[in-house]
């Protein structure tokens, strides 16, 4: 992906920040406690997951769904949470390669199976619906590969939708029509933030929804959520924030679920200093994902 890292502090501002600074440490300090132990190394494979999604099914908080199925036949599961009016969807590893985000939402989703943080998370849930759809690309996770098996790319294939896997993103999509999406990817560990040394530990981006780069209610409200997470990042990454380039790319499901309606956040998890396996990436990860989901609660 051609990108250009700027530094995100165009967008710096206040929201929500002070009240949600305590859940945040928490979630942060504890972290230890939910991390998913079984995926404690970057290449993750489908079959990894079927035990913990089993556990999950068994689990009256959850519903799970096969919603697709790769071209080789791996299913594709969708695991939802909550009761809420607000709907949040998050996908993860549409390139196979890219396996940071998938690991977070199973630590993610064993802090919502623990019995802890019962009444934050019981006003969350009364509020929110939330939906994963963790490894969208098993065949390519198999093989550690950006593509699917039939070579497609399928953060290109939104609008001709060649492939099963972006038939089902789509579908999913378009059966839920979230009020928030979060679409989930890792960067070269290599990307600096822009003009300095460092890392660009953590990027993001509400994609465009059309060539002005206009900015609606819909992208506007991702765009807050960005804010949010970038105040939380910088606690614990100072200066590690990135922000994609935001041209309008017409192929690509970011900027098209942004269009087709749902508040769009790309989450693109780069390098730290001393993390050859991601996994303080894939704290941050956690620990803003989940103040995310807990600020558009409130
Ligand atoms: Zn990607």
Known sequence: MKIKVLLIALFIGCFGYSQNEEITSQLYETYEKYKEKSLDKRRIKHHQLQPLLAQL????????????????GRNLSLVSIGQGETDIFLWSQMHGNEPTATQAIFDILNFFASDDFKEEKQALL???TIHFLPMLNPDGAERFQRRNVLGVDINRDA???QSPESQTLKRVRDSLDADFGFNLHDQSTYYNAERTEKPATISYL???YNYEKEINEKRGNAMKVIVFMNNIIQRYAPGQVGRYNDDFEPRAFGDNIQKWGTSTILIESGGFTNDIEKQEIR?????SILSAIYTIAK
């Open 57 to 72: 099914e068994s689990n009256s908080k959850f519903t799970v769904q096969v919603v697709g199925q790769s071209i080789e």
């Open 283 to 287: 704290k941050l990860n956690y620990v």
């Open 126 to 128: 009364n509020n929110l």
């Open 206 to 208: 509400a994609p465009a």
């Open 159 to 161: 609008l001709r939708l």
